[in-house]
């Protein structure tokens, strides 16, 4: 949300600085119809600063910040997807692997928004692992090498278990999953197959990382 903090920049003794990015803030605001709120009082309840020592991780944050906005943009409480920004945070600021993370926040927050993709089985014979998989964007569903279908991009059955566990909303503060180099690079590198679907559920290129996401640079 917007909220206008009045003099917020000078008045040092009021909100004593602490109106920064990388911090969870406790706020109290007033609302008056047809104006922006108010911010009234603001306290920190948890600082992510670790984030600002390490340029990527910065840039990540500041990626995870605007895959929220992006596939959040209505007002009002999200509990899932704020749940899921603040671990992706702490996460960055723990020193987890930034590119990691990104295809992890990606996954799950397309899941939560109600992008799917449904990746639990082939859709034309339901057999789960006759890979290798065909992935089409327009259905948000897969195809295995036996069923017809035109377009797409292929996928791995490593790929698709990968991708299957990113989904879980819980999967970014899970620090046990650990994902494969071979299968990272797989799913950012070779076939940057989830920020490009991303991108395709949402229809516009997304401005932070400036790009490379879907173009699949590391
Ligand atoms: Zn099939």
């Excluded at 859709?123 to 069923?147: I, V």
């Excluded at 819980?170 to 999953?177: F, L, Q, T, Y």
Aim: proline share 7%.
């Amino acid at each position: 949300m917007t909220v206008l903090g009045k003099s917020a920049h000078r008045s040092r003794k009021r909100f004593g600085g602490i109106l920064q990015r990388y911090v969870l803030l406790d706020i109290a605001w007033t609302e008056t119809a047809g104006r922006i709120p108010v911010l009234e009082d603001a306290a920190i309840a948890e600082s992510f600063w670790n984030i600002l020592g390490d340029w990527e991780s910065v840039r990540h944050a500041d990626y995870l910040l605007e895959l929220a906005s992006v596939l959040f943009p209505q007002p009002g409480p999200k509990p899932k997807a704020f749940s899921l920004l603040l671990s992706g945070m702490r996460a960055l600021s723990g020193g987890r692997l930034p590119r990691a993370l990104a295809r992890t926040a990606e996954a799950a927050f397309l899941s939560i928004a109600g992008f799917g993709p449904d990746l639990s089985s082939c859709k034309g014979c339901g057999r789960t692992d006759n890979a290798p998989f065909r992935f089409l964007f327009s259905e948000g569903r897969l195809y295995c090498k036996n069923c017809p279908s035109t377009g797409g991009v292929p996928l791995s059955l490593g790929a698709v278990k990968t991708w299957r566990i990113l989904q879980s909303p819980s999967a970014p503060a899970k620090e046990r999953i650990r994902i494969s180099e071979n299968i990272l690079d797989e799913l950012q590198i070779v076939i940057p197959v989830i920020p490009k679907y991303l991108e395709w559920c949402i229809g516009k290129q997304m401005r932070s990382l400036a790009g490379e996401v879907s173009a699949g640079k590391p």
